[in-house]
């Protein structure tokens, strides 16, 4: 495991340690950012009708579409230490 994997890992298990919930766009941001790294470009069919966090989800994942798994990564690290020092 390269060292931006096991900081990326440490990451995922950081974000618990948050004490308040980040906004809805932080969220979003934190969920694309993670399923780019982990799985890369969004699959499958955008939700329909009124899915609407499903939709949410979709999009801000598709934002991302032929980001470079190691970029997703270290962004996902980024966002999460910004994350910590803002709702620790």
Known sequence: MS??????QESV????E???RPSNEELLKLYA??????EGDVTGERPGGFDF???AKYDAWQSLKG??????MAEY????????????
């Open 53 to 55: 966090k499903g939709i």
């Open 3 to 8: 060292n931006l994997e096991q900081q990326f």
């Open 67 to 72: 980001k470079p798994r190691e970029e997703a």
């Open 33 to 38: 950012l993670f399923k780019q790294a982990t």
């Open 77 to 88: 690290i980024a966002l999460v230490n910004t994350l910590l020092s803002i709702y620790k």
């Open 13 to 16: 298990k950081r974000v618990e």
């Open 18 to 20: 948050l004490t308040k």
